[in-house]
């Protein structure tokens, strides 16, 4: 596993620009942590910080470039992790993206248009499949998950954007500013790449 | 007990006059005794109450009673229909399915063809002359039983047939569906029950503080068939034109098709004034329900109807999905007949609906001669000239440029968000890039193949993302004006009236002090809109011509945004201040 500080620059990967309070929220870490382990960063020139916001650097890219194969080999080398990966994947990620694309734009005769949200019914069936794959996905990413704690606060954060999204938050689906359930998909998807050392699919 | 009907546990909404309460019957029932009531045939029904679900709770199963008053429920179908339930000619199937009286989250799906076993499928292939078709309604019956009932995990929906529908059911040691159509039907009633405590219903009502005891209620509807014989098919209606909002139906009508198959695309279907042709008076029938229907939903309706043994019976309906330029036309012309007012029409109609129709697009002939560098998928729509750059850094630091990419990942995010449009090399309609740029209506074109980073950096290029093609240079484009078309003019004027926010023009004098969202250092911008100062009364710059903008300077108490398209600033404002107060 990464230590604090590897993993503090880690999540600059999965949110770019953010504060550290922002960055405590993806890993749950205390935000006091996160603000020594940034500073640190910037002074070994691993991260820049801008007006309370934090990017990551070359160096810090290099470092856990070169820190991965260590902190994840065990994941790396047990079969039903690669199994997990790939059926998330070939499964779920995809009825994701293809849900969330159904959420933004609906078709009318052979083109696709904006997506109004008049129609409750057509948007209540989009979040119960998207609560299903959700479920879903909580069984898939079990062995990785076992060892990895970071993914049940990332499934745990997907439940929490859902919820708002049932309520009535629209943006909460796949706004790009808010932790919408993309945006939280986004980030697990990008870290469940960097645990198993695979390249982006798509 | 209900005096009245001699049920304890069962509501049949069928009598015109005795509205149901809809705690008791929750919101979908009520919605078919609304449709009885205006004098339209919908497959005959029966509900079981809310009440029935509190004593499930109450005792750990179904309450006393309650098995022989789903018989006799089933019993009216039959007699309306004049069909039997398991039989083995003329069979009855039903769907099951949830409603509460707000909706919940959570609850279980609608099954559809309860009812069916072997015996039932042969009679239902003798009937239709269709063993495949009998066929495939055992297979998801199966499917979507062994999937809402005994809780299979295993994506069962495209497996090839019941057989193979069972085998994994069994393999997920979820049991065996039963093949007693009033086993199924039990089962299918207490899983509804049980799913209105699932998990998800659970979190969702505490997240908003809706009482835990608060169950559903169990609709039990006929299913009517299309496919039976010469008299019979299946059809959509949409009460006007989907794509230019003019008021005529418009419709398709499917003889001998059964619901799936119009939806699917497998048959192609007739236009409607096939059915007028072949039966005049259902057709005639079918016009009268959905001009009843527009005129009670005070809004284009998409009706879903199917005719058996010659007649008609209206499944669905409900508000239907339009084009941009359809929802501009229905919401004024619905104002012109006096169905809604003038600040509902502008409730109507979203920002991003007017946004998509002043989209700029590539003049007529303009790219003929322009040199095409890459082509791919159009993933959100729109047209943005600028500088091929190939990092979010560079984005972010380069005023409208266009950012190219192998395939995005959330570091690029503040890229995208700062660039005119967005091209990758790898990627469908349904990738991250695809779904980010959408939500940020930004253009986007992905797919684009290997070497087109290299082929675009660093060259000024024409992103045309409504075609999915990318060009050398700056090419003309041409745009649809507020002031140009008369539903437009008249929308805006009627948002203007709603008081949310003054939009100014650029360049039209503005109350001071003045806050410039284009001047902020790149180097000071940051995620989400930026503070603005205290006191500010005009606001203006790109970014407050966006939603996230325009509802931060309406949160900073601005009276003035600057942009040049008034409507969707004014109709985001509208959206927000009603979303707030």
Redesign the interface.
Known sequence: MLDPYQLTLHTLTLRQLASAEQLAEITGQPVADVKAGLEKAVADGAVVAARGSYMIGPAGRELLDAAYPDAFAGLRATPAVAEAIEAFETGVNKRVLSLTTDWQTVEVDGARVPNDHADADYDAGILDRLGRTHEKTQKVLRPIADADPLVDRFLDRLGTALIRAEGGETDYVSGVRVDSFHTVWFQMHEHLLRVTGRERPE | MNTATGYRWLVVPDDPAAEPSRELVGGKAWSLWRMRSLGLRVPPAFVVTTEACAAYFAVGALPDGLAAELEAGIRLLEAELGRTFGGAERPLLVSVRSGAAI?M??MM?TILNLGCNDIVEAALAAESGDPAFAAEVHRRFTGSYGRLVMGC?EELDDLPDTAAVLAAVAADDAGTVPSDPWAQLRAAVAAVFASSRSR?AI??RK??GIPDDLGTAVTVQAMVFGNLDDDSGTGVLFTRN??DGTREPYGEYLPRGQGEDVVSGRVTPQPLTHLAGWNAAVHAELLAAAERLDTEGR?AQDIEFTVQHGELFLLQS??A????R??VRIAVALVDEGAITPADAVR???A??VR?LLRPEIAPGAADRAELLAHGVAASPGVATGLAVGT?EDAQHTPGAILVRR?T???D??G??AAAAVVTE???????A???S???DTPCVVGCGAGTVDALLGRTVTVDATAGRVYTGEIATTAVDESEDDDLRRLCAWAEQQGAVTVAEPGAAAPEPVFDADKIPP??L???PPDIPAGTRTVRGALFTTP?GVRAALDAGVEVIVAAHRLPVLLTAVAHREGTS
């Open positions: 909706s989250p959570g799906d995990t998800r979190a969702y997240h908003y989907p794509v809004d409900r508000p999905k339009r084009t941009a359809a929802a109507r109609v979203t991003e609906q998509a979010p395939s990942s959330p570091d995010v503040q995208m968000i790898q990627g469908g309609a349904t990738s991250h695809a779904v980010v959408r939500a940020l180097e000071e940051r995620e989400g996230d």
